[in-house]
């Protein structure tokens, strides 16, 4: 299946999931912290994994009348903009009347196609988890391709477009310290929303605590922000619990 949930997500409610990767992991990044574990297929290319006539079949047979959902979310087994079908996935998706959601690891934001496909999204949810390229590179190990400061750049020019532009921050042992570095990123970017994280699911890497994390989060005074520890889920069932488990695993 490429439509899969919904999902109970502190970010985002009641969350239908498109996934056009579906397969082996898929990635221009592979992040220590991960819970798919290691990219398999480590690209910055774009290409089409799922034929677009697969998505918007399942997304016309989902039973919309019976089954609440908040937002419709690009995310899955890899990274989702280099599905080089997502703007035409995203444009059909629209006439379900549900705002349209990103999970981005922020890598091809410089390519002009992303760009134009990101025009049929309505809420970008972008990673930043370093402050400069070093810890960047440590954590999330990206494709030679990809370069930290064109990547801040871009994001501050992408979020000056989008109507919601958020940043996941993901805080393990590695960034831990360097959270006012990465508040007066948040800053420069104008971002709307702070994601505050920690790997609370399975992962390779230990979570950090709660008194950690809201420490942390304190870093981010005067910033709108949200916290893993402190966000409530809603209450979902999905269409299929071993779709959700295969994308996110316990």
Known sequence: MIVYGPVASWRLGKSLGIDLISRQKTCSFDCVYCQLGKTVHKIAERRIFVDDNVAKNELDKFPWNNVAVDVITFSGMGEPTLAKNLGNVARYAKKFGKPIAILTNSSLFSYEDVQKDLENVDWIIAKLDAPDDKIFKKINRPHEKIKFDEMVDYMKEIASKVKKFSLQMMFIEENKNYAEEMASLAKEIK??????????????????????LFEIEGAFSGLNT????????????????????RRRPE
């Open 226 to 245: 949200i916290n893993v520890y402190s966000s409530p889920k809603p209450e979902v069932k999905p269409l299929n619990y071993e779709e959700v488990k």
């Open 191 to 212: 971002a709307d929303e702070i994601q505050i994280n920690t790997p609370l699911r399975k992962s390779p890497v230990a979570p950090l605590s709660k008194e950690e």
